[in-house]
């Protein structure tokens, strides 16, 4: 089975282990909020509410993701996951980062003396535990899925938002409880309230920082990214070593989710061939590569002459050379 369909599986339990740790989290920092007055545990909690928003809709995107193609969206749902990736990224910078910005500025502003900062310490020490569990399991599930890949190569190139997305606001959750403490230390130890409310704007420049990050990538999926290369070269050698009839000219990819492709195979065949030994010939190719590839939920097969091939690349970008690089020249 291929790499997509298999990590499919881990990656939604890791978004729902990720969603129990920021629910019990979202509990005890609102507690200590209420219980303190402490701006910077305030804007944690509006972080921690937030990333308990976002693993539900990254749920509910793959849900919608796995539905069946219609006559209204022939090629199928899979981009929804990419959309509410999208929106999960915006909701980041609007409401997490939003948020404690305001937040800090106006305890800065007003800011009041941290009551029992004892308390504090405690709810962050558990949310730090619960954070940094669901913290390990997402960055095993990611470190694996990267395979001899340097992380951020795996970031750029990776097409399962939820996977690196759980990790990155689980690095960002566990950063933002240690300015929380810093926050709360230096504002209570140094009698200066102030420092708390410098520690919630820490907090929102941090979280604005990964918001942007995640939409740029997000972004790229939803507007149409290529499949992995290794797939394209997959394609090219199952329909050369399928029939001794036809030659692989290239082949184009799209990717529509992380276990759905689409992709359209150029294929040139002899001049004298009967058209029932071209159709028998593309079913073949299309039955080998569905069945070494199961991601490819729509495939286009096209004959045409190699230079035929090589004059459309040319019109669409540019020139050959200059083409996406599963394409073949």
């Known amino acids: 089975m291929s790499r997509a369909l298999s990590t499919a599986s881990s990656t939604k339990r890791v978004v729902y282990i990720a969603l129990a740790g920021n629910l019990l989290v979202t509990a005890t920092k609102f507690g200590a909020a209420l219980w303190t007055g402490s701006s910077a545990m305030l804007s944690e909690s509006v972080h921690s509410l937030v990333d308990t928003s976002n693993e539900l809709l990254l749920l509910y995107g793959m849900k ?38 305001y937040e800090g500025i106006l305890h800065m502003r007003h800011g009041e003396p941290i009551a029992n900062p004892a308390v504090n310490y405690i709810v962050l020490g558990l949310a730090f535990v619960f954070d940094g569990a669901s913290w390990w399991v997402s960055f095993r599930q990611f470190r694996a899925a990267k395979g001899d890949m340097g992380y951020y190569e795996a970031l750029r190139s990776s097409k399962d938002p939820p996977s690196f997305m759980v ?153 050959v050379d200059t083409g996406p690089r599963d394409t073949r020249a």
């Open 167 to 319: 990790l990155f606001e689980d690095t960002a959750d566990l950063i933002g409880i240690v300015l929380a403490a810093l926050g709360t230390y230096a504002a209570s130890s140094l009698k200066l309230p102030v420092l708390d409310g410098v520690a919630s704007i820490l907090i929102g420049v941090m979280l604005a920082a990964t918001a942007s990050l995640l939409a740029r990538e997000s972004k790229s999926l939803l507007i149409g990214e290529r499949a992995d290369r290794g797939l394209s070269d997959s394609i090219l050698r199952i329909a050369e070593a399928a029939s001794p009839l036809s030659r692989a000219n290239g082949v184009l990819t799209v990717q529509l989710a992380p276990d759905q492709v689409l992709a359209g195979l150029s294929l040139q065949f002899p001049p004298d061939l009967r058209a029932t030994q071209i159709e028998e010939s593309v079913i073949d190719i299309e039955r080998q590569i569905r069945a070494s590839h199961p991601e490819v939920v729509t495939l286009f097969i096209k004959p045409q002459t190699d230079a035929t091939w090589k004059e459309a690349i040319r019109r669409r970008f540019g020139s």
């Open 64 to 101: 919608r993701a796995s539905r069946r193609p219609d006559a209204e969206h022939p090629i199928g749902y899979g981009r929804e996951l990419y959309f509410w990736s999208f929106i999960v990224a915006l909701q980041v910078f609007a409401l997490g980062a939003g948020v404690s910005i």
